[in-house]
Structure formats: C-alpha cells, structure tokens
C-alpha cells in the first residue's frame, strides 16, 4: 500500500491542476444534481417488527377514516386569561375567530373546535382544537403552519395564550449553517497555531470542505431513493467534516517533517502520502468498518445512518490521498516551518528526541497511568443509571411553542395526555364480544398509574375494539414505562381466560421498543468492534498487548462518555452551561452510535501515535526511545486533531435540537477523554511499563496475520521508485 501511495502522491503531485479541477468538477457535479433532487428527509425512527409497530399496523387498518395517508395533525391549544374561563363569551369569540383564520387554508381536511369535541379541561380553563390537514405531517407546507402561526399570534394579542402541538413540527431540524461555520474557524485558528502558517492551516479546510460538500451532496441525493431519518445527513455533516480536516492535517503534518529532515518537495510529497497516507486509509477504514458494522443492530435507520456518515468519510479519505498532495504540490516551499529550518544542517540535541510530556510520563509511568483510569472511572460511575429514551416536545426549549403547549396539556389533562395508549382488543369471534370487551377495559382501567381509560370503542366488523389509557405520569417516565410492560404481562392471561388479544401501541409504546431494541443491540455491536479491533491491531502493530491495551483504552473512553453524557443530560448537572432545556432519559440512538464513531476516531489516534512508536523501534529496537520519539513526532498532531474534532462537534452543542445537541455532547466529550487522557496519557504510560514485551508477537502468528506496511517500510526497499514514474 506504501508503494502505491507513493506514486499516488507524486503523481498527483505533477498533475496537480488537473487533481484539483477534477475534483472540483466532481464537487459541481454533485451539488448541481443534489439540489436538483432536493432533500426528502422523513425525520422518523422506527424499528419494523416491534410489538408496537404491529400493533399500530392493526389500528391504522380497522380505525382509518381513509385509504390514504392518514394527515398531519396540529393541536391549537388555548389557555383563558387570569379570572376566566374558556366557556366566557369573549374567550368563545376569540377561539372562534382564530379557528375562522386559519380554515381558510384549502389544505385543510377538517377543524374540531374545543367545544365540538370536549377537550376542555376540568376547570375549563385550557382547551385545545385539532387540525387535520390533507397530507401527510412532513408534507404540510411553510404557508399553510405560517397561516396558522399568524392566527395564533393574533390570539395572543387579544390576551390568550395560544400554543401549538400534535405531529406537524414548527421548530424544523437545522441542517448546515452557523455550527458548521463556528466549527471550521475554531478549526482554522487550531490549525494556524500548531503550523504558525496560515496558508498550510488554509489547506486542510479547503480539502475538508470540497470532500464534505461532495460526501453530503451524495446522501442527499441517496434520500430520493431510500428512507432517511433528518439525523442521517447531520451525522455525515458532524464526521465529514472532523476526519476532513484531520487526515489533511496528519499528511501536511508528514510533509513538512519531511522537508525538515531535507528531503526536497517531490519527495516529501510522496513519503507523506505514503506513511501518513497509509495511516489515513487504515484510520478511515476502521471509522468506515465500525459505522457499517452498525447494521448488525438490524434496525433500518441506525444502518442507513452509519452507511450515510461511512460514506462521507471515504470520501474525505480519497480527497486527503488526492487532493492533499495535489495541493502540496501547488504550495511547495511556501509552507515550510521555517523555525526548524537549521535542524536540516544541524544534528538534533539529546532533548529533541522527546518532548516535555513524554520524558514526564516516561519517568512516572505507573502513577500517571493509574491516576488516568481513575479519573476516566469516577468519570464513568453515572452510566450505571443510565435511561434511554427519545425525546419529546417535553425536552425542546421553552421558548419553543411546541414545549409552551406541552406543558399546558399536562397542566390541564394531566401529564400522560401528552403519551396517550392505545389498548387494540382483537377477538376471534363475536359472540358475546362486547361483553367481554367491556370486562377487559374495566380492567385495565384500575391497573396502576391508569388516570383515566376510554370505553372500548368497536371497529365496523364489531371484532376489534380500541381503549385509550391515559397513563399518569408523561412518556418519558419510567412508570409509564413500567404500565406498558403491565399490560403485555396481562395480555397473556386476557388471551388465556378470554381469548381475546391485547396490543398496545401509540407513540409513547413505539417509542420505549424501539430503545429497548436499541438497548439489546448495543452488547452485540460493542463485542463485534472489539473483537475487530483486536484483529486490525494486530495485523497493523504486529503485537498482541498493543491492541489489547487499545481496546481497553477504547472501553474506558467509552464508558467515560456515556457517564458524562447521564451526568450532563440525564440528571441535569451543568444544564445552564451546556443549555440544556430540561433533564431527561438520553437519546436512546446515542449509545450504540457513540460506541461505533468513537471506535474509529480512538484507533485513528491510536494508529498515527502508536504507530511513530513502531517505526522508531524498528530502527533502534529501544522501547523507551520509542515511546518518547512518537509523542515527540506525533503528539503535537493528535493534540491538534483532538481539539479539531472537539471544536467541530462542540459547535453542535448549542444548537436548539435536543437530539443534535446531545450528539455534539457526547462526541466533543468522548474525543476530550480519548486523545488527551487514553492516548496521549495512558497508552505512553503502559507502553512504557510493558518496554520490549509490548512488541512482542509468536512465530507462527506472525506468519499468519498479513503484513500492512502503516510506516511505509516498503517505500525504503524502493530507492529507485521515484525515478521509474514517468
């Protein structure tokens, strides 16, 4: 691979325009096709072949008013002013008027009133009115929630407060705009400080930039063709992005320690491309391994999701390996670091073989070492209460609307009014049914946190019968939780004594299958990237401890990230600096999928530090030396790619979305706890106390792994290589 890349980066090299301006072709020709296409995100996550999903699959076909799509729905929902009710004339007037205004809209399949319909509170003082629109919710068009936004505001000035619920979302998904924006200029002043140049720090984002346009340009134009969650495309932005700039910024990194050791332009180039490029593709492969590997999990939005974001990072790969030397080419001796200049004439002192932080963490290795998985340990300790959920309308910010109308209908009906049940009752027979579909309800009604339960309600056949149970407590409440399983655990003796079957299904029930499915999952996932780990090490470092001692630095990193992330999200402690609106169950996609990209960065680290390592006890066969020799070469790197990547998933931390933010969350957090305290503290640290015996490999292993040449050894068996290319 290290001959191959060789030539690649030469020959890039010397083609330099014809490199970049095909690359650049290719990025039109993907954005002219794209936004063609347009996006069609549907934003929704489900899991086929759930309890629930089957359950809803039976009330949509006996309890449909149609044979469509069934519409989107918005509830408008009123609060009377202090010392009123909403059965005062002049509080019936404004509701009237406001629903008047918004009927106007032709897309509208039907208006139910508050009082048409009852859904007014005890104390009559909160209401609401549902919309059924003629499409879909996703579907709803900006003019027809701007009609309805308007109407409302007037409400507003007349002295009600007026707020919005059900399945049409006014807060929209922001996708691409000022995080992507603050994440490229932290970027940027990172990449300007560690080079002290401002064109070489230029170089990695302008490559970073024409490979995300190009990867996320091709998971747009995928959506038109497969079902795709809103969160698909974020993720490919998020990783598109970090490993963009940090594989350009691994191969310029190489390039100008080339120029420094006097190799000439050409020639720094190639070798670049072949060590530091060797290290990108295996890097990029393990991120493109792990994020496919998600489709072990069986659930179709968590696969198209890792397949989306895998396919950014090939992208970004093939750009680093083509455009980066191209580039390189064009900038030449420009981007020279100019402080080392005399080092090329000078022999390099005893103490610039290492750096302060390796002879310190060379010195005390034990202490430093303990003191690390330690920190990462209480760090980890939440995450043994860990809850999984989705978030609501409950969790969105309280300047929202929808959060505003949230907390009205629990105030008013209750908090399970936000999660109603929906209990299917499915005879075999009709005989006697409704006596026995009344018998069921009653029972169910006095199971515990049941607020209230509707009469069993029969379809046309008289065979099936909904009740709608009200739980007690909200959605995301573990109680709530706990009824749902209750009444599948009566299920079974409902069938047994009645021989009548009982489902339960709704968004509430849809919601807690789809995190214990997610939950089951994530043991299955977790041991298949481990054990993949293991091999990949081995093959790379042709070691058995070093890839041992990897994937324990792997799982610390891990379990240090989903502590923090319960500590933070789940029980509300730094709420106020990170913004979070409310503490709730964590989102219950993140473990799994935190689990699969920190797999890939935290070997991408492992790779391009541990890997100096290797090449350097290959020359000297000095272990201490060796360790001090690849924080020296390479710390310095993963310390600037670590806080590009924190930069660039940080920025996702302040955007309004719960679901965005607590992505942003976990990945800045988990690439804190890996670069800084797994890889650039513990692994030295345990290299340093294993010496030799971390090198060591069996005979007969040796023979049967396959040798991948990550340091370019290759390339110096091949003196004449350069002269071959024409």
Do not use: C
């Amino acid at each position: 691979m290290a001959a191959f890349l060789y030539k690649l980066g030469i020959s890039a090299a010397r083609n330099r325009k014809k490199v970049l301006f095909g690359s650049i072709a290719v990025l039109i020709i993907a954005v002219s096709i794209g936004l063609g296409m347009g996006i069609h995100l549907n934003g929704e996550i489900t899991i086929p072949g759930t309890k629930s999903e089957e359950a809803m699959k039976v009330l949509k076909k006996e309890f449909s008013q149609g044979t469509g799509p069934e519409g989107g729905t918005i509830q408008v929902i009123f609060k009377a002013p202090e010392g009123q009710t909403l059965a005062s004339k002049s509080t019936q007037n404004i509701i009237a008027k406001t629903l008047k205004s918004i009927s106007k809209d032709s897309e509208i399949a039907s208006i139910v009133s508050p009082y048409e319909a009852g859904t007014i509170s005890y104390k009559k003082e909160i209401g609401y009115a549902v919309i059924t629109y003629k499409s879909e919710a996703l579907q709803v068009t900006d003019a027809s929630k701007e009609l309805v936004l308007k109407s409302v505001e007037q409400a507003r000035n007349e002295g009600l407060q007026a707020e919005l619920g059900g399945t049409v979302e006014f807060s929209e998904l922001e996708i691409g705009g000022t995080s992507e924006i603050i994440g490229i200029i932290a970027a940027f002043m990172i990449l300007a400080i560690t080079f002290t140049s401002l064109l070489a720090a230029g170089l990695p984002i302008l490559t970073a930039i024409i490979g995300l346009v190009i990867g996320v340009m091709s998971v747009i134009i995928a959506s038109n063709f497969i079902e795709m969650a809103s969160f698909s495309l974020i993720l490919a932005i998020m990783l598109g992005l970090a490993v963009g700039i940090d594989y350009g910024l691994f191969i310029i990194s190489r390039f100008r320690q080339n120029l420094v050791e006097g190799k000439d332009v050409e020639e720094s180039i190639a070798h670049a491309n072949a060590t530091a490029g060797s290290a990108v593709i295996f890097a990029g492969l393990t991120v493109i391994i792990a994020l496919a590997g998600l489709a072990v999990t069986g659930i179709p939005f968590i696969t198209v999701m890792g397949v989306a974001g895998a396919f950014t990072v090939l992208v970004a790969v093939l750009i680093s390996i083509l455009v980066v030397p191209a580039l390189l080419g064009m900038a030449g001796e420009r981007i020279r670091p100019k402080s080392k200049a005399a080092s090329i004439q000078n022999p390099p002192k005893d103490n610039e073989h290492s750096s302060r932080w390796g002879r310190i963490v060379t010195k005390y290795p034990l202490p430093i070492a303990l003191a690390g998985v330690l920190l990462l340990g209480a760090i980890s300790l939440p995450a043994l209460h860990l809850q999984t959920g989705l978030p609501d309308k409950g969790s969105k910010s309280i300047d929202t609307t929808e959060r505003r109308g949230y907390d009205l209908i629990a105030e008013g009906f209750g908090p399970g009014m936000n999660g109603p049940l929906a209990i299917i009752l499915k005879a075999e027979t009709t005989d006697n049914v409704q006596a026995t579909f009344a018998k069921i309800g009653k029972e169910l009604s006095k199971l515990p946190n049941v607020a209230m339960a509707t009469p069993p309600v029969p379809n046309a056949t008289g065979k099936i019968a909904m009740v709608t149970i009200i739980p007690g407590t909200e959605p995301k409440d573990e109680k709530t939780t706990d009824l749902v399983h209750l009444i599948r655990d009566k299920a079974a003796e409902f069938k047994q004594q009645d021989q009548i079957e009982v489902m339960v299904t709704g968004s509430t029930a849809v919601n807690i299958d789809i995190t214990e499915k997610l939950n089951e999952a994530l043991p299955k996932f977790a041991a298949l990237i481990v054990g993949l780990a293991l091999i990949l090490l081995m093959m790379v470092f042709r070691s058995i401890l070093v890839p041992i001692k990897a994937v324990i630095g792997y799982l610390l990193t891990l379990t240090a990230t989903l502590g923090f992330v319960v500590f933070v999200v789940q029980d509300g402690n730094l709420a106020k600096l990170f913004d979070i609106p409310v503490a709730g169950p964590v989102l219950n996609f993140l473990p799994i999928l935190t689990a699969g990209i920190l797999f890939g960065l935290a070997m991408d680290y492992e790779v391009f530090l541990v890997s100096r390592m290797r090449e350097e006890y290959n020359h000297s066969g000095n272990a201490k030396n060796a360790v001090l020799s690849g924080l020296k070469n390479s710390g310095s790197v993963v310390t600037a790619a670590g806080l590009i990547m924190i930069a660039v998933f940080a920025s996702f931390i302040f955007v309004e979305d719960t679901m965005i933010k607590s992505m942003g969350l976990a990945l800045a957090f988990g690439i804190l706890f890996d670069a800084f305290i797994v890889r650039l503290t513990i692994v030295p640290a345990v290299m340093t106390l294993m010496g030799r015996s971390a090198w060591y490999l069996p005979k007969w292993l040796g023979r049967i792994l396959p040798n991948i040449d990550v340091e370019g050894e290759s390339i110096e068996r091949v003196s004449e290589l350069k002269k071959e290319i024409v």
